[in-house]
């Protein structure tokens, strides 16, 4: 008997403190983030909230709280699932669809904001006049200059191919790349994105065809793209990412021989050739609050060669905006090669953060074998012949110039290579003559917002 009453005291003292720590019915809980929400502890509206739906108790104002407490804190991410419940609860809702706005605005989720900007009506669209179609909304700039580091690697390039059998073999000495890019908006939610890109290189030529053997030292190579891809998003959230990108090919090679030279020699006639190749494929993105996941698969036709590329991955926005993201990839390549195949894997790591709110840093890594490698969804192709990228490291800093979200942005690239030996005769094609090198390439550019 003693033990029980010295129990129930407890019970009684304890009581008060334990349901202002974690509120058990619905009164309870509305009454203390009511209070919670207007002293804006938002910290405690969380925590009250957090406990109410664990206890399964869910209801528009509730939502509209927690929304406007992680809004305060700019977790918008999180805040945006809240206000998309609260319209659950209260479809139209002006004042929630105004937060859900701005929170998906703040968090950099420009389309998705579009279209809830699109469900503006009344006061509230003569306030903000719901988004329309535009046919210039934004229009970039870039130069990229690539240049290998190893000064001395062509000191004495008879050395590098000595008593090779027919073949070629190229290492890239320096290119140009520059590159024009827009979107237009055709309705909310739906965009299209074009890039158009001239790349001038040059290379050193290793060539073999068993009668003739000759070194060029600048072969001249060009290439002109044009990318395209639709972007489909919805207000929920998933973003589908259709594209194809075409790639024009010219380039210096060997295309006559001219006999009856002094001393009964040759001369090796050198002429453009033109190869046209593309690739295809479909991204995915879906945000499931503070995390993004990525899905892509895309089919090219690069350098005589098939491949599948997929990609799976992450972002992590952990403070829900755009002051911190960190992300993961795996991507995979399946070259098919006559009734053969190769498998390789590319993890790839990025991260970025800002910078005192006066632009971002934006870090990425990757390493593998890459040849005939695809990035950004299919609008960066690295597609040099025969030869492949073993590690990728490249630092980026952009600074936005508008409040409209315009940017200036300056990077670097760090990428380690390997020079290949490719056979002309099958019965050759397991030689190698592996020549590895360093190389850096600088760019920057202007990404306009109209």
């Given amino acids: ?56 108790i869910d209801y528009y104002y509730l939502r509209m709280r927690m929304g ?44 998705q904001a579009s279209l809830v900007r699109k469900e503006f009506k009344g006061d509230l669209a003569l306030k903000l006049s719901p988004s329309k179609g535009k046919f210039l909304d934004r229009f970039g700039g870039e130069y990229l200059y690539h240049q290998g580091l190893n000064s001395d690697l062509l000191s004495d390039p008879d050395a590098l191919f000595q008593g090779l059998p027919t073949g070629v073999q190229y290492i890239t ?19 299209l994105n074009h890039a158009f890109t001239y790349l001038s290189k040059t290379n050193h030529q ?15 190579v060009t290439q002109v793209q044009y990318y395209l891809s639709p972007v489909i998003t919805t207000l929920s959230g ?44 479909l991204g995915f993105s879906k945000g499931f609050g503070a995390i993004d996941l990525y899905l892509g698969a895309w089919y090219a036709s690069l350098n005589n060669k098939e491949q599948v590329q997929s990609r799976l991955g992450v972002t992590w926005y952990p403070f829900g905006n ?4 960190a992300g993961g990839f795996l991507n995979s390549q399946y070259e098919m090669s006559g009734s053969l195949g ?22 990425n890594g990757a390493f593998g074998e890459m040849t005939n490698y695809l990035e950004q969804n299919g609008s960066t192709v690295f597609n040099n012949f025969s030869e492949v990228i073993h590690k990728k490291i490249s630092m980026t800093v952009s600074v936005p110039v ?26 050759q094609g397991e030689l190698t003559n592996n020549i590895p090198y360093n190389a850096l390439s600088i760019y920057g550019g202007i990404t306009w917002k109209f």
Avoid: C
């Fill in 68 to 111: 406007i407490a992680f809004h305060e804190k700019k977790h918008f991410r999180k805040a945006a699932v809240h206000f998309r419940k609260a319209l659950d609860f209260n479809p139209g809702d002006p004042v929630a669809l105004e937060y859900l706005y701005y929170a998906s605005l703040f968090a950099g989720q420009y389309d």
């Fill in 206 to 220: 290793y060539y073999n065809d068993g009668q003739n053997i000759f070194q060029l030292t600048d072969q001249h």
């Fill in 322 to 325: 755009l002051n911190l993201y």
């Fill in 1 to 56: 008997m003693y033990r029980l009453i010295i129990l129930a005291v407890f019970v009684i003292i304890a009581a008060p403190g334990l349901k202002a720590q974690e509120p058990t019915d619905f009164n309870a809980i509305n009454e203390d983030s009511y209070r919670l929400y207007l002293a804006g502890e938002w910290d405690s509206v969380i925590m009250v909230g957090k406990a109410a739906l664990k206890q399964e």
């Fill in 402 to 427: 508008t409040e409209k979200g315009s940017l200036l942005y300056l990077g670097g690239r760090w990428t380690t290579h390997e020079s290949r030996f490719y056979a002309f005769d099958p019965a």
């Fill in 238 to 281: 998933y973003v589908f990412m259709p594209m194809v990108h075409l790639v024009s090919i010219h380039y210096q090679a060997p295309v006559d021989i001219e006999q009856g030279f002094q001393g009964g020699g040759s001369r090796i006639v050198l002429g453009y050739l033109k190869t046209f190749d593309f690739v295809s494929g």
């Fill in 342 to 363: 190769v498998l390789r894997f590319i993890p790839e790591l990025h991260v970025g953060a800002a910078l005192a709110g006066k632009g971002w840093i934006d870090l």
């Fill in 173 to 191: 000495r320096h290119y140009s790349n520059a590159s024009l890019s827009l979107s237009n908006i055709v309705t909310p939610g739906f965009r």
